[in-house]
Nanobody, 126 residues
């Protein structure tokens, strides 16, 4: 069983930055991990995914160049640095994990993941 606990959400004005953290109860190098978000009335959307190893970071087109996913294996923590935030980034953000490697096409698909955090709210005002 892998437990995930997100933190770092909050309210910010457009153009601002936030850094989300996800504390993981297992060693992150053994996991495929990702950040998802869900706005009211919308489907859950994969934002960024990561698996330890070269070329194993993926972003949704909507956040490329603005968001950066990273992980600290020693601290067992996943991060999402969000810059140049827009009102459309407003959503509940979730950390997700699954044991083992994932195909690139799976990294931003919610059905791939079987461990989820409780979410942290991000609100961006214009």
């Amino acid at each position: 069983q892998v437990q995930l606990v997100e933190s770092g959400g909050g309210s910010v004005q457009a153009g601002g930055s936030l850094k989300l953290s996800c504390a993981v109860s297992a060693y992150t190098y053994s996991l495929s991990m990702a950040w998802f978000r869900q706005a009211p009335g919308k489907e859950r959307e994969g934002v960024a995914g990561i698996y330890t190893g070269p070329g194993s970071i993926f972003y949704a087109d909507s956040v490329k160049g603005r968001f950066t996913i990273s992980q600290d294996n020693a601290k067992r923590t996943l991060y999402l640095q969000m810059n140049s935030l827009k009102p459309e980034d407003t959503a509940m953000y979730y950390c997700a994990a699954v044991l083992g490697w994932s195909y690139p096409g799976q990294m931003l698909e919610s059905r791939r993941y079987n461990y989820w955090g409780q979410g942290t709210q991000v609100t961006v005002s214009s």
